[in-house]
């Protein structure tokens, strides 16, 4: 555990303050760049800021490792988790299933160069994100920022509300910035509220490019935001967190909510005697009603689709079509790029809405491994972490990556990673944390359950 982790739980000493501040340069621009959410937004700032972030931190490593010497405290010598390397060489996979794609389907080189420097702001910062976790970054900055976020969120959130019923339009205006290139406008547009063309509900978006992209980024500050130690910040964060997933209307980060903290629980506590004998009983009358538990979830899978019907429909069709287009025409290493589909699928990209489609889709069973083989590695590694009171950030980070799982089956990943990167650094300081040499230096209980 590092020197700022230690000193934070050192024994005879005062709890936190209120005020947390940064204390070197990575923190800083992390602070900054989180703390600056909405004023980012509202220049159209936000995506560019999150797409070279990643870069600029590699940078700092990059004078930190080269300053290193012989004369260098061995606690100070950058030694980069082997989960970490994993994530490297697979989202350097990915760039070399890009360049096989490419040449397969002879797209050319101005679109080769227009993908890499996708990739560059996509699916390589799923790795120097986790890999700033070596800079000198306390956990405590980021938390602090996020409930910050929150707490912004509750004050911005009542007048976003109401501007549908002044006969505002609901796109304010699109910044300038779009001109220096992105996905699309969505990523560059001040969006006051929406209208949801398959239910002709309000939903809001706020400072992310579509709805569900708020939810999967509310789930991120829900979890960091439990870690907080401030009682007046963690119900702002938690609160702003809650809010962002109820007002983007969608189904999946409002199921999150729940089952998340119940997966981060249930999965890291299997070793202990009492989940187990509950685990026992939960099957054996689950055996007694089998049948009223079945059909039980079968009607709220019903329901859960019927909710937005369109939708899942879309959803369902891109996923087949990008599957079997993948099984039949391009197996290895993919089509390269995402296709624009038909009347079928609404003219959605075939390869979007689905991370693993996706990647079958664009770089083939290639692709599919260099995120697959990673996100295994973090799930084993954080998973026992998380059961072992040694490792302080365990637990966060074992959710943090729950939850991108779980977004893997309605978003892209890379797509969305300039706008959770947050959660992305704590899962490379969790991956990062060395263990602590006493049981009594451990993370004091929030509001994750806690097993018996």
């Known amino acids: 555990m590092s020197d700022s982790l230690q000193s934070a739980h050192a024994p005879n000493e005062k709890r936190p303050s209120d005020k947390i501040c940064p204390e070197n340069i990575p923190e800083h621009i992390v602070w900054l760049a989180i703390t600056w959410t909405y004023p980012l937004w509202l220049i159209g700032g936000l995506y560019i800021v999150g797409s070279i972030l990643g870069w600029v931190l590699l940078a700092l490593l990059l004078v930190k490792i080269l300053a290193q010497d012989a004369s260098t405290p061995k606690t100070d010598r950058i030694s980069i988790s082997w989960v970490i390397w994993f994530w490297i060489i697979g989202m350097v996979t990915m760039e070399v299933a890009l360049l096989a794609g490419h040449l397969d389907y002879n797209l050319g080189v101005d679109m080769i160069v227009k993908s890499s420097i996708g990739w560059a702001k996509g699916w390589a910062a799923l790795a120097l994100y986790p890999l700033a976790g070596n800079l000198r970054i306390r956990p405590e900055i980021i938390i602090r920022a996020v409930c910050i976020i929150g707490f912004q969120t509750l004050l911005i959130t009542p007048l976003l509300l109401i501007t549908p019923y002044l006969h505002l339009p609901e796109i304010l205006y699109v910044s300038p910035l779009k001109a220096i290139g992105g996905p699309g406008p969505e990523f560059f547009d001040v969006r006051l509220f929406e209208i949801d063309p398959t239910t002709d509900q309000l939903r809001w978006r706020l400072f ?3 709805a569900p992209a708020l939810g999967f980024v509310g789930n991120i500050y829900f979890m960091l935001s439990l870690q907080e130690k401030d009682k007046k910040w963690k119900v702002f964060g938690l609160a702003g967190a809650i809010l962002l997933c109820l007002i983007c209307k969608s189904r999946l980060a409002q199921l999150s909510l729940f089952l998340i ?3 981060t629980m ?5 070793g202990r005697p009492m989940v187990l004998i509950g685990l026992g009983v939960i099957s054996y009358l689950s055996g007694l009603f089998a049948p009223s538990v079945i059909a039980f979830l079968d009607n709220f899978w019903e329901s859960f ?9 879309v959803r369902m069709a891109l996923k087949r079509i990008a599957i079997y287009r993948w099984e039949t025409e ?3 290493w993919g089509h390269g790029v995402v296709e624009r589909g038909s009347h079928v699928v609404e003219w959605m990209p075939i390869g979007s809405h689905h991370t693993w489609a996706g990647l079958l889709f664009v770089k083939g069973i290639v692709g599919f491994l260099a995120l697959a083989v990673p ?10 972490r998380a059961s072992n009171p040694r490792y302080r950030l ?3 980070g074992f959710s943090m990556i729950v939850i991108l799982f779980l977004y893997t089956f309605g978003e892209n990943l890379e797509i969305l990673v300039y706008l959770y990167w947050p959660g992305m650094i704590i899962l490379g300081l969790a991956l990062q944390e060395k263990q602590s040499p006493r049981l009594d230096v451990m993370v004091e209980p929030g509001l994750l359950p806690q097993p018996p």
């Open 266 to 270: 249930l999965l890291t506590s299997l």
């Open 394 to 396: 365990g637990s966060v």
């Open 261 to 263: 903290p119940l997966i």
């Open 375 to 384: 996100m295994l590695a973090t799930v084993v590694t954080l998973m026992w």
């Open 305 to 313: 689709k019927s909710a937005r019907a369109d939708s899942t429909r």
């Open 208 to 210: 992310t490019p579509w």
């Open 330 to 332: 391009a197996p290895m």
